[in-house]
């Protein structure tokens, strides 16, 4: 199906064809002005080009017959997806070919514990585990530490299995590893995505 856009000198005019439901052609108009079709990312295939000359050699407006054609909006959205599925991508943990996307800087943590519970590699009689180099918990039966005090952030893993999530980004990324190494040191694993920058 040919469409049509005509560039004058103050607008451009796209003339776009469709169907109605009897099969009939119908044609629609729209005004664009040149700032918006310059921000636009026009995808077209050209059959001819028709210039329309004056007299006194001057250039009045260009015709151009396409057949088919994108545009930004329909590009764009797809653009967004891609990119959102690089974002999913970039920012997940992968263990042993699972791939766990997380959003927090503590889902990190959180997801590796979770991971290693559900796999078999975490449980009760492994507790207590220390953070390393410290003399908090990092996983305890009860959110609590061996001085009694709670767990200022927790998350729970299982009824007898909580994970103290209190850390910073770096510490949550570093105690991850960590659990890994000590649990699990033949699994694959990997971080992506963490950027502090």
Avoid at 32 to 57: A, H, L, Q, T
Avoid at 122 to 138: A, C, F, M, Q
Avoid at 142 to 166: C, R
Wanted: proline share 2%.
């Amino acid at each position: 199906m040919n469409h049509k856009i005509e560039l004058n000198k103050d607008n451009i005019i796209f003339y776009k064809k469709d169907r109605g439901i009897d099969g009939q052609e119908i044609e629609s108009k729209q005004n664009i002005s040149y700032d918006v079709f310059e921000k636009m990312d026009w995808r077209i295939n050209v059959k001819d080009i028709v210039p329309n000359i004056s007299s006194s050699g001057d250039i009045q407006k260009i015709t151009l017959h396409i057949s088919d054609y994108e545009t930004f909006e329909k590009e764009s959205k797809n653009r967004e997806k891609i990119e959102q599925k690089q974002q999913d991508i970039e920012k997940s943990v992968i263990i042993n070919r699972d791939t766990i996307s997380w959003n927090k800087y503590n889902q990190i943590l959180i997801n590796t514990a979770e991971w290693l519970y559900k796999k078999g590699y975490l449980y009760e009689s492994k507790l207590p585990i220390y953070v390393s180099k410290g003399k908090r918990y990092l996983l305890n039966s009860v959110p609590k530490h061996d001085y009694g005090k709670d767990f200022q952030a927790k998350h729970k893993i299982s009824d007898n299995i909580w994970l103290n999530i209190h850390f910073s980004a770096r510490d949550c990324k570093r105690h991850a590893e960590t659990l890994m190494n000590k649990l699990a040191p033949s699994i694959d694993y990997e971080i992506r995505g963490f950027d502090l920058n």
